[in-house]
């Protein structure tokens, strides 16, 4: 095996006999092979969707399969085997439609023609992995587009599942993934990962328009951090359609829901404040589920990533849906046309378990999305005007295990009395319980969201631009201080860059899957960085 898609790889440049984030070298393979088919797919979807003949059913199978390959979502090794013949099956129907249409498929790539059974995968999976590209920076430059697209991909499910997809968007995946099949020059695959960033943001405010259609926009609210004592169930993950449908069936049933992690930003959203059971966050972020998952002590929803390997001691007690999977955990299955997911099993067994011990008591306050910071914008403008704003720190994105992103917690508390932090994602649970105070009414750290909601701060940032009369979003005095973990902050940094922001900070570490070529790339042309010690970047930043 051999990935190196999230921050936490080995050494900072590849995991190679077993992921750091508990993925084995199996399944490692076979979401390589899985991809190579998809691959596959996608040169011929491309010349379908040309000739017109291209199906739903196909952009859907690429979107989930991307999806099921971002870190910590699935690792299971039969589903990925399964995945791989639904794959080349799907191909193949592909081709057939290709050859109905009376257009001559695309053959000249071995994702296209290669077939084999499940006995072959492995074998398969060694020969057509990362490492089959022998150009580092050609290899850099497909993997960086790649991992956008995979956090594009997951994107685009969330706000698929509430009914909105876009076929550019779709296309736009395709015709990345079949660009990797090619011998392209350095220059043209990076201008696919610009326009990548393009489609990073129409997925971003797709998702955003779904999310608000269907659940209002988010508004200040404050969020419970302790527990009552009623039998409950905790929700991870982003999905928000599964977080409904297990609110609608758990009223009235006498079990509590809790959110956990990413779930958090549910509560923002007008839509879930009816539901009386709808208690409260429980815990942090996602890598600490080992120790919080145990002391819940009730059922245990993952609807999308983080999933961490889950310990015996509470094993049994962990749901699993959508794309995400691991051996020996209970699926639930996907919602057949027009019905919900039956949460029937789950909340039987949250009748059965102890209530959730208590970790802490007391409240966090977010729901600052677009909508919501607009409408204080006249106060928001005033400070600034003011002095009493001197600057925005937009610190989105994810959290994870590594000691040193504590100097996101340490940046946060040295932070001058006279800025205000921007979060969206995971990210935030460094120092969303820190009393950092407010001023004049605004609060210190401003949580947007889920990292998806990373879009409504650049809605918020090009405002202020207008507001202030400003031709460029750089000349706003806000700086970008970004903890990225897996592919959505790829796809997010992406979207970013397109925008035209310019000078973000990337920590904890650089991604190991950058060339240093292409690192030089992105330092040169957009200014991206890195973290050094708090001191010496606040002083950085203040400048
Ligand atoms: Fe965090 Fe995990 Fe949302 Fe990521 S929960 S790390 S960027 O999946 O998706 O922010
Ligand atoms: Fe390693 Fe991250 Fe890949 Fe897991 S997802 S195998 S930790 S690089």
Same mark, same amino acid.
């Given at each position: ?12 440049? =590849? ?27 996608? *040169? ?93 920076? *050609? ?63 129409? *997925? ?5 328009? /779904? ?125 057949? /046309? =027009? ?26 306050? =977010? ?28 610190? /989105? ?7 040193s992103?504590?100097y996101y917690?340490?940046f ?69 201080n970004?903890a ?21 900070h990337l920590g904890p570490t650089l ?18 960085g890195g973290v050094g010690s708090v001191?010496d970047d ?6």
């Amino acid at each position: 095996m051999f990935c190196y898609q999230c921050q936490e790889t080995a050494k900072g440049s =590849g995991c190679t006999l077993r992921g750091v984030c508990g993925k084995t070298a199996d399944v490692a393979n076979l979401q390589d092979l899985l991809i190579y088919v998809l691959k596959g797919i996608s *040169v011929l979807n491309v010349q379908a969707r040309e000739a017109g003949v291209n199906k739903p059913a196909v952009d859907v199978f690429v979107m989930e399969a991307l999806f099921s390959t971002i870190t910590n979502a699935n690792f299971d090794k039969a589903y990925f085997v399964g995945k791989v013949q639904d794959a080349l099956a799907i191909r193949d129907q592909v081709k057939a439609e290709l050859f109905q249409a009376g257009v001559a498929p695309q053959e000249s790539h071995d994702s296209v023609t290669w077939t084999d059974g499940p006995y072959a995968f492995e074998a398969k999976a060694e020969a057509v992995g990362i490492l089959a590209t022998e150009n580092e920076d *050609v290899r850099s430059l497909r993997e960086l587009l790649t991992y956008g697209v995979k956090g594009m991909a997951a994107y685009a499910e969330h706000a698929y599942t509430l009914g909105y997809g876009q076929d550019g968007i779709f296309a736009f995946m395709q015709r990345a993934l079949k660009a990797t099949t090619e011998e392209l020059s350095a220059d043209q695959l990076v201008s696919l990962v610009l326009e990548c960033g393009k489609f990073g943001v129409d *997925v971003m405010a797709l998702l955003d328009q /779904a999310n608000t259609t269907t659940y209002g926009n988010p508004e200040i609210t404050k969020v419970n951090i302790g527990v009552r004592n009623n039998p409950a169930i905790l929700i991870s993950g982003h999905d928000l359609k599964d977080l409904e449908e297990l609110l609608e069936q758990t009223k009235g049933t006498g079990v509590d829901v809790y959110t956990h992690g990413e779930m958090l930003p549910a509560h923002y959203y007008p839509f879930f404040k009816k539901y009386d059971n709808f208690v409260g966050n429980y815990g942090n972020a996602w890598w600490l589920q080992d120790k919080e998952f145990a002391s819940f002590n009730g059922p245990i929803l993952m609807t999308t990533n983080c999933l961490v390997t889950p310990k015996e001691s509470y094993k049994d007690r962990v749901y699993v849906t959508g794309v995400v999977g691991f051996e020996g955990l209970k699926q639930i299955p996907a919602r057949a /046309a =027009g019905q919900s997911k039956d949460f029937s099993g789950l909340i039987a067994h949250a009748k059965q378990c102890p209530a959730p011990q208590e970790l802490e008591q007391g409240e966090i306050v =977010g729901g600052f999305a677009h909508n919501q910071v607009l409408s204080l914008a006249d106060k928001v403008v005033e400070a600034v005007k003011a002095g009493a704003i001197k600057k925005f720190f937009v610190m /989105a994105g994810c959290d994870g295990r590594m000691k040193s992103r504590d100097y996101y917690s340490e940046f946060a508390k040295a932070l001058p009395q006279d800025t205000v932090i921007l979060t969206a994602g995971c990210a935030k649970y460094r120092y969303n319980k820190l009393p950092l105070g407010d001023i004049g009414g605004i609060p210190r750290v401003l949580d947007a969201g889920q990292c998806n909601d990373s879009y409504s701060l650049a809605v918020i940032a090009l405002k202020l631009k207008e507001v202030f009369g400003l031709d460029d979003v750089n000349q706003l005095p806000i700086a970008y201080n970004i903890a990225w973990y897996e592919q959505k902050a790829v796809i997010v940094l992406l979207a970013l860059l397109y925008l035209g922001v310019k000078n973000i900070h990337l920590g904890p570490t650089l991604p190991g899957f950058l060339s240093p070529n292409v690192a030089k790339v992105l330092v040169e042309t957009f200014g991206i960085g890195g973290v050094g010690s708090v001191e010496d970047d606040l002083k950085m930043f203040m400048a």
